[in-house]
């Protein structure tokens, strides 16, 4: 929660417009960006509904989430929203390219597509997590990985241009502990360079490519 939390004060920090919070699970990314003040829409892919729906998210009933079965399509009007949000999304799509098509459609001319937790390749937690035989990205058929060289190629693809790139999450953030000592540390060990190539995860800030900085 100390991420999240961190994670919405920073997007409040940007003035980020009316925000789209894609596959926002749970909700508890929405719900604090709206305890920051900001104007979010919260999104969620079910596949088991039969058409769009608005439904109160179970562990966030005050928030109102639109609710598709489709995999890619947004059920949104072109031009609809400042920043789109992905936190621990773009990796588990079936069609990224699709996804980012429809991300690029949804977004106002100047628009700023923020992208963060997205695992890293070189990530010495995913490594030791399919050593020990727990969860890492890349085991189920839609998870992927990136490097900062790939995750670019594939943004500038669709119409994007990157705006800032950086490694993030140097430590386990979910293994328990003093959490706040564990995330200060983690946060100090991101800006060494060369170590910080194994974080966790990468975070990318990118904007509409045809637009002005």
């Not at 892919?45 to 598709?68: C, G, K, N």
């Not at 360079?193 to 800030?205: D, R």
């Amino acid at each position: 929660m100390l991420q999240y939390r961190e994670l919405a004060r920073d997007l409040a920090r940007r003035n980020p417009g009316r925000v789209l919070d894609w596959g926002c699970g749970y909700g508890q990314v929405s719900a604090l960006l709206e305890e920051e003040g900001v104007d979010v829409v919260a999104f969620d892919y079910r596949e088991d509904i039969e058409a769009p729906t608005v439904e109160p998210l179970e562990r966030f009933p005050e928030i109102l989430a639109q609710l598709s079965p489709d995999p890619v399509e947004l059920p949104f009007a072109d031009d609809s929203f400042d920043t789109v949000l992905s936190c621990g999304v773009l990796e588990h799509v079936a069609h990224p390219g699709g996804s980012l098509d429809e991300i690029h459609r949804v977004l106002r001319p100047g628009g700023t597509f923020f992208v963060t937790n997205l695992p890293n390749r070189w990530s010495y937690t995913e490594r030791f997590a399919k050593l020990l035989g727990l969860y890492y990205h890349g085991q189920l058929p839609n998870d992927r990985v990136y490097t900062k060289r790939s995750i670019v190629k594939l943004v500038e693809r669709h119409g994007f241009t990157v705006r800032e790139l950086r490694h993030a999450h140097m430590l386990p953030l979910t293994l328990g502990g003093p959490a706040r000592p564990v995330w200060k540390a983690s946060r100090l060990l991101e800006r060494v360079p060369g170590l910080n190539i194994f974080a966790t995860s990468l975070e990318v800030i990118a904007q509409v490519a045809d637009s002005q900085p």
